[in-house]
């Protein structure tokens, strides 16, 4: 079990379910500058979709066939659930932990 290719796949999911939370337009405003156009908004379904798309490639180089979806499932609830628990408390630590995460990741993946 690769454990850069398991952090990088709950990177993925986190940022996947982030970008289907920002369709919402209560989340758009409460986590996104208001000087940002709302027309992004329609992009971020989209964007959600190849992330979480991503996070379940990387998962199969995690775990073997079935177990892939399975795993790839439980780190998208719990990727839902950080989300849940970030968004009252520290909006701006949710918006910009997909960008600590993936920069964590290159970092490791470099040494």
């Known amino acids: 079990m690769s454990g850069l290719a398991l952090f990088a796949s709950l990177v993925l999911a986190y940022a996947g379910m982030l970008g289907f939370c920002l369709n919402k337009d209560r989340h758009w405003k409460q986590l996104v500058n208001p000087h940002v156009p709302a027309q992004l908004r329609r992009l971020c379904v989209p964007a959600g ?4 798309g ?7 180089q995690v775990w073997p066939g079935g ?3 399975v795993g790839w499932f ?7 659930f950080a989300l849940l628990m970030l968004l009252p408390y520290t909006p701006r630590l949710a918006v910009s932990l997909p960008l600590v995460g993936g920069s ?3 970092v490791a993946a470099l040494v």
């Open 104 to 106: 964590i990741w290159v």
């Open 49 to 52: 979709g190849l992330l979480l």
């Open 74 to 80: 439980g780190l998208i609830s719990l990727a839902g």
């Open 67 to 69: 177990m892939a979806v």
């Open 54 to 60: 991503l996070a379940i490639y990387t998962s199969w």
